[in-house]
């Protein structure tokens, strides 16, 4: 079965409500990142977070290992957040990543 | 700064043809990767790599092979192409010794006609 279930799949916000992105695993896990993704573009790291929280700006990143789960969490949105949210569980042995399916963020104005 | 560079970003190759995806990275790093992302089913990795002449399958390596001739460049085979490997490529480099998160490529835009 898959790896790593994110949701939700697509989300639609007006400008200025607050987003909440998950990520659940379904095995043990050595770290997680979450990326960001416009359509057609490269895969931009928002966070590498082992554990704990991690606050950049208007994005808090949260993962609890024991729990395998992760989530990303985004106040205030604005219509250049929008595109495709990924995360990615990063195994002990080669440091590869497993990848979500992604959430596609859309915030209007 | 930081980068790993892909070649060529846009790709046209018909059925049956070689093709051969270029990355360079200019971190140091010894961990490098090939991934290809379609809809409906994310990125899957292809292959990977320790360091240079290290070479590793992924989750679908099938009709794939890959070569790092250096600790700086690692390239993704395709000997035979058909067109279910019409995909969009991406190259990432990272280091698990450093703890350096993977970074990525800009990515190739393949098509196999």
């Known amino acids: 079965g898959q790896q790593v279930q994110q949701s939700p799949t697509s989300l639609v916000l007006q400008e200025g409500e607050n987003a909440e992105l998950q990520c659940n695993f379904s095995t043990s896990l050595n770290s997680m990142q979450w990326f960001y993704q416009r359509p057609g573009g490269s895969l931009i790291s928002v966070f590498y977070n082992p554990s704990g929280t991690k606050q950049s700006g208007r994005l808090t990143s949260t993962t609890v290992i024991k729990e395998r789960r992760s989530s990303l969490h985004i106040s205030s949105s604005q219509i250049t957040d929008s595109g495709t949210y990924l995360c990615a569980m990063v195994s002990s042995g080669s440091w590869q990543l497993i990848f979500g399916s992604g959430t596609q963020l859309t915030v209007m104005p | 700064e930081a980068a790993v560079t892909q070649s060529p970003r846009n790709k046209v190759a018909v059925t049956g043809g070689k093709v051969t995806l270029s990355c360079n990275q200019t971190?140091?790093?010894?961990?490098m990767y090939w991934y290809r992302q379609d809809t409906g089913h994310g990125l899957r990795l292809i292959h990977y790599s320790y360091g240079a002449g290290s070479t590793e399958k992924g989750d679908i390596p099938d009709g794939y092979k890959a070569s790092r001739p250096s600790q700086e460049n690692f390239s993704l085979i395709l000997e035979l192409a058909t067109p279910s490997q019409t995909s969009v490529y991406f190259c990432a480099s990272g280091d698990r010794d450093r703890g350096q998160a993977p970074l990525f490529g800009e990515g190739t835009r393949l098509s196999v006609l």
């Open positions: 971190n140091n790093h010894n961990n």
